[in-house]
Nanobody, 111 residues
Framework: QVQLVESGGGLVQPGGSLRLSCAASGSISGLNPMDWYRQAPGKQRELVAHISSAGGTNYADSVKGRFTISRDNAKNTVYLQMNSLKPEDTAVYYC?????WGQGTQVTVSS
């Protein structure tokens, strides 16, 4: 069993920044690919960022140049640094490891 716990969400003004964290624990070993998804009200969950086992990264077009995914292998933690936030970034953000999902953390971008 694997547990994923997200943190770092909150309310931020447009143009601001937040850093989300996803701490993994349980039956995991080695380096694993991990993803950040988000789901806005009334919309489907969408992939925001991916980091591979080797550290390669991919981003949704809507966040390229503004968001950065990274990992701390020693802490089994993946981060999502979000800069230049826009109101359309408002959503619940989830991390995913294979079939495991975290509980989500709310990000609200509003003045």
């Amino acid at each position: 069993q694997v547990q994923l716990v997200e943190s770092g969400g909150g309310l931020v003004q447009p143009g601001g920044s937040l850093r989300l964290s996803c701490a993994a624990s349980g039956s995991i070993s080695g380096l694993n690919p991990m993803d950040w998804y988000r789901q806005a009200p009334g919309k489907q969950r969408e992939l925001v960022a991916h980091i591979s086992s080797a550290g390669g990264t991919n981003y949704a077009d809507s966040v390229k140049g503004r968001f950065t995914i990274s990992r701390d292998n020693a802490k089994n933690t993946v981060y999502l640094q979000m800069n230049s936030l826009k109101p359309e970034d408002t959503a619940v953000y989830y991390c995913r490891l294979y079939s495991y999902w975290g509980q989500g953390t709310q990000v609200t971008v509003s003045s």
